[in-house]
């Protein structure tokens, strides 16, 4: 067992022995079905604080033939599949922690760093079979394959934090995803690689290095919709476990919804509020509101009046498709929409193609992010527009907050 090769199943432990664990193996049955297909590239980007990374504890200790998991799974939904045991510990598993590497390398030499310290775990477990450590990491595994046949499974966590904190390096960037494409496209020994990052990787400009993923997002999750987040049933069990009231819990922290499962809750907050039992926000626990002024503050025409339309509740139509899954090159209105959605800002409907603030929980992270700079004024009208009836008054409302989402300055000295 090592760091990065054939970790040990702890970090699944930990999860399963907590205080609150909702069983989300049947995943695991969703990734064993691509091993080995044209499909086994897979891309799942979910906001923070929507157990990414447990998920992939979860896949090392199922995958990782460095442990024995049975125990582990024992009682679990995925013992019941018909593929449980067919895969249980029989891959060699590289698990990559980016963020990890991006902190510890010297700029800009991550991928070196990487490969030196992976490849040094590769020649302890084959010692010269991984051949020379200088022709890099894609060379070693091919080696490694050529004389064993042994395929691995990647495991690569943040797989976009270069994008999103190295923004102003593009030449960075580039060199990542090349690194990337050469380490897993088209080579034999990939059995199944499985990303997450809070991004897509489809359209980063023009350079297409990682097209053979598929990409599950905010905007279609596709077959892994109920393990995005805690589904209502699965929250209606811990609300009666923990007596906590359900429909205060659901005007919280539910509302994020896709074709099959059209109620999705934000995973971290319901499991923070269970454990203190107390509905609060929990989402500034691991995220400034600057995140989000940053993007409401963009001055994009109709898209301060968009988001006061949905702090009041209502919904506004979003084009997502123009989105390049960028955070620096946003262009339109549309782009900055899409981006909050996959930040878990807003909730897209597919159907309708609308997006609408989910909760109680995000409409406060906008309350707060809207309490400067010109916007102050803006939200007294919205309240005020809320106790007031339908008609004439509510139409008084419309037009003063029209007047302040074109004029936020002069809103302001009012």
């Known amino acids: 067992m090592g760091i990065y090769l054939n970790p040990d199943n702890d970090g699944f432990w930990i999860s399963v022995r907590s205080k609150i664990y909702v069983d989300k193996t049947g995943l695991i049955a969703c990734t064993n079905e691509l091993l080995n297909t044209e499909q086994r590239f897979i891309c799942v980007s979910r906001p923070r604080r929507f157990g ?33 045991r067919q895969h249980l510990n029989r891959y060699d598993v590289i698990y990559l922690n980016m963020q990890q590497f991006l902190i510890e390398s010297e700029n800009p030499d991550l991928t070196k760093y990487l ?34 046949k042994r395929k691995f499974v990647f495991l690569v966590d943040e797989w976009d934090c270069v994008m999103r904190e190295r923004q102003e390096s593009e030449t960075q960037q580039k ?52 393990f ?19 429909t205060e819990m659901s005007s919280w922290y539910d509302g994020y919804m896709f074709t099959r499962f059209q109620h999705i809750y934000n995973p971290r907050s319901v499991v923070e509020a269970m454990c203190c039992r107390r509905l609060s926000n929990y989402w500034t626990s691991t995220e400034v509101y600057d995140a989000l002024k940053v993007y409401i503050d963009m001055d994009f025409a109709g898209l301060r009046a968009d ?76 309240k005020a527009s809320g106790k007031r009836s339908s008609g004439s008054c509510q139409q008084d409302a419309d037009m003063q907050i029209s007047h302040f989402c074109r004029f936020p300055t002069q809103g302001n000295q009012r």
């Open 52 to 84: 990414k990374s447990m998920a992939l504890k979860m896949l090392a200790a199922y995958y990782s033939n460095g442990c024995d998991s049975t125990d582990l799974f024992q009682g679990l939904k995925i013992e019941n599949e018909e593929s449980f």
């Open 115 to 148: 490969e030196q310290e992976v490849i040094e775990e590769l020649n302890e477990e084959y010692g010269d079979v991984s051949g020379r450590q200088d022709m890099g990491l894609a060379y070693a595994l091919r080696r490694i394959y050529a004389k064993t």
């Open 175 to 226: 060199q990542y995803l090349d690194f990337l494409r050469n380490l897993l496209k088209d080579q034999p020994y990939v059995a199944l690689a499985y990303m997450t990052g809070i991004l897509p990787v489809e359209k980063y400009g023009e350079h297409s290095a990682l097209n053979m993923f598929t990409e599950y997002s905010m905007t279609d999750q596709k077959a892994f919709e109920e």
């Open 228 to 246: 995005t987040g805690f589904t209502e049933d699965e929250v209606k069990v811990l609300c009666g476990r923990f007596d906590m009231d359900f």
């Open 307 to 382: 988001i006061v339309r949905m702090l009041g509740g209502g919904r506004v139509g979003v084009n997502t498709r123009s989105f390049r899954n960028d955070m620096r090159n946003l262009e339109t209105k549309d782009d900055v929409l899409t981006l909050l959605i996959h930040l878990g800002y807003l909730a897209y409907d597919a159907v309708t193609k609308e997006v609408f603030i989910p909760n109680k929980e995000i409409v406060e992270e906008f309350e707060t992010a809207m309490s400067v700079k010109g916007w102050s004024e803006v939200m007294r009208v919205v």
